[in-house]
């Protein structure tokens, strides 16, 4: 059975302090891994796909990057606006009608 | 992307009646995806709805709790049938404009409490 595990469950980060979030998984087959963030409220807001070990991604402050057993979301000098909760998911190859597999998030805090 | 909205927005109701939720989106896609996401947890699928053809439920989601019609390419429903306070939750259409790439996208959820 696919498992998106994702590290760690909260984090607090001061203003212009860059880290890591981490999503691992194990999946027969990866078709597709997506980074999502969630603000209290809203529905998740699509962020990353990434594809292939080695692809990388960036948007303005985040960097997505790609490994065989795990992704990590890279947030650099991040501000007050940055947080929110942030969701990984993965696609199987092996199932057809796109069904995601979610993480449990990670939820970021950063003062200012 | 597409935009995707959600009717009602949120709503308290009584245990034992039932809630019809209306997923509206601004394009024709093939795929929609009803997910629960209960306080403090993860997003769950409930079923997937494609035009057409009979509604598809995850383990734990039956049809006579979880009713779906998914009646053209740009609209769907989702009822919550004799409520209880364990649905409680916030419940989320998706859509996937294209297939080979499984990205989804999110309405702004609608939030059920049963008292």
């Known amino acids: 059975e696919d498992q998106v595990t994702q590290s760690p469950e909260a984090l607090r980060l001061q203003e212009g302090e860059s880290s890591s979030l981490n999503c691992s998984y194990t999946v027969s087959g990866l078709r597709g891994l997506f980074w999502y963030r969630q603000d209290p409220g809203k529905g998740p807001e699509f962020l990353f796909t990434?594809?292939?070990a080695g692809e990388e991604k960036e948007k303005e402050r985040l960097k997505a990057t790609l490994t065989k057993k795990e992704s990590f979301l890279h947030i650099t000098a991040p501000k007050p606006e940055d947080s929110a909760t942030y969701l990984c998911a993965v696609l199987n190859d092996m199932e057809y009608g796109n069904k995601l597999v979610f993480g449990a998030g990670t939820i970021l805090r950063v003062k200012s | 992307s597409a935009v995707i909205s959600q009717k009602p927005s949120r709503d308290i109701c009584q245990r034992g009646t039932s809630l019809t939720i209306q997923c509206q989106v601004d394009?024709?896609?093939?795929?929609m995806f009803w997910y629960r996401q209960q306080p403090g947890q993860s997003l769950t699928l409930i079923a997937t709805?494609?035009?057409?053809?009979?509604?598809?439920?995850e383990s734990g989601f039956v049809i006579d709790k979880f009713p779906i019609s998914r009646p053209n390419l740009t609209f769907s429903t989702l009822t919550v049938s004799n409520m209880s306070p364990e649905d409680s939750s916030i419940y989320l259409c998706?859509?996937?404009?294209?297939?080979?790439?499984?990205?989804?996208?999110f309405g702004p959820g609608t939030r059920l409490t049963v008292t």
């Open positions: 990434l594809y292939s």
């Open positions: 709805a494609n035009q057409g053809s009979e509604a598809t439920y």
């Open positions: 998706s859509v996937t404009p294209g297939h080979a790439s499984g990205e989804q996208y």
């Open positions: 394009s024709q896609v093939t795929m």
